[in-house]
């Protein structure tokens, strides 16, 4: 059994866990900076970083403290090394590889979404390899098959906005509070899914990718309409969203290669309505349909610190000059999509 110390800091939470290779999650202490960013509607990368460096360490020391280990108990020390905001991603980097280099172990730079990736097989002993998976998270929104640690087949990524991106900033337009996801999701619960006559881009394209801008301005003309209320643009946004997931991971059904299971990961993955639908689709399909309970789906080092468990079984562990990444795909061979760049 491997103890793996896991630090996570790529946008704003700032988290340390220990968990075991058995699944064990021993310990797990997170620093949220909402209250930070909330005047300003979103997160600002210079407040987050500086907030990473007063908490990381704090964190660390009582994550060690609840679990009633040492440092010199740990087998491996899994940082993320990317893709989000590069000044916070330093921060745990950098951190990570102090305390590697001071305990002589093994350091992992983990693919912060590859701890997405894999955070249900935490959660869930009996899903086995390959399953293919929906990563919605704040930047990203891809369809992957994951057929282990570091081996990943692209099927869809965004052409422009992220799931995420567009909950968040359609939350911004409609005044409805920071974060944006959960605000939007509250009010859709008040609101008329079929009130608001919202596009569904790519909806049945032969593309197999994602495109969510079109739908967040489609949001903006909504708002300035005056006609409707913001739960019932919220409620008519959210269900759009999800006409969308469904329509392209049904297509990626159709595409994938032998898999055993659908998975949902990543911060979107914590919509309820969406996680329903989700559900649905696997059952029509006779796939199992595996989702991390829900505050695993938000940035956290329990996964970061599985990512570093399942990749030092693998023997995939990092030197001390690895570097920190702003941009990182998962499948590095995926041909870039339109308009995605290097986000791809």
Request: glycine share 10%.
């Amino acid at each position: 059994m491997a103890l793996i110390l896991g630090l996570e800091s790529s946008c704003d939470e700032t988290a340390a866990a220990l968990v075991t290779s058995d699944r064990r999650i021993l310990a797990h202490k997170l620093a949220g900076q909402e209250a930070a960013h909330r005047p300003y509607g979103g997160v600002v990368p210079e407040i987050a970083a500086r907030a990473h460096v007063e908490a990381l360490i704090p964190l660390t020391e009582a994550a060690l403290a609840e679990a009633g280990v040492t440092l010199d108990q740990i087998d491996a020390v899994a940082a993320t090394a990317g893709p989000g905001l590069i000044g916070g991603v330093m921060v745990g980097l950098v951190t990570g590889k102090a305390l590697a280099l001071a305990t002589g172990k093994p350091l992992i730079a983990v693919n912060h979404l590859e701890g997405h990736a894999l955070s249900p097989r935490l959660a869930d002993p009996d899903l086995d390899f390959p399953y293919l998976l929906l990563l919605v998270s704040g930047g990203h929104c891809q369809l992957l098959e994951v057929r282990g640690p570091g081996d990943y087949r692209r099927l869809a990524t965004t052409i422009d906005d992220a799931a995420g991106e567009a909950f968040d900033k359609s939350a911004k337009l409609l005044g409805l509070g920071f974060p944006g996801g959960p605000a939007v999701e509250a009010a859709a619960l008040r609101g008329d899914p079929t009130k608001v006559p919202l596009p569904r881009p790519l909806l049945g394209s032969p593309e197999p990718h994602f495109s969510f801008a079109g739908l967040k301005s489609a949001v903006l003309r909504a708002r300035d309409a005056g006609t409707w209320s913001a739960e019932d643009i919220a409620a008519s946004f959210q269900q759009a969203v999800i006409d969308c997931l469904i329509d392209r991971t049904k297509r990626a059904i159709g595409s994938a290669r032998g898999v055993n299971a659908l998975v949902v990961a990543g911060g979107v993955a914590a919509n309820t309505a969406i996680r329903t639908a989700l559900q649905a689709l696997a059952a029509q399909h006779d796939l199992r349909f595996v989702a991390p309970p829900l505050w695993l789906c938000t940035d956290n080092a329990a996964m970061i610190a599985w990512a570093g468990a399942e990749r030092l079984a693998a023997g995939m562990t990092d030197p001390l000059d690895v570097p920190a990444h702003a941009r990182w795909p998962l499948d590095p061979s995926a041909e870039k999509a339109r308009g995605a760049g290097v986000k791809a």
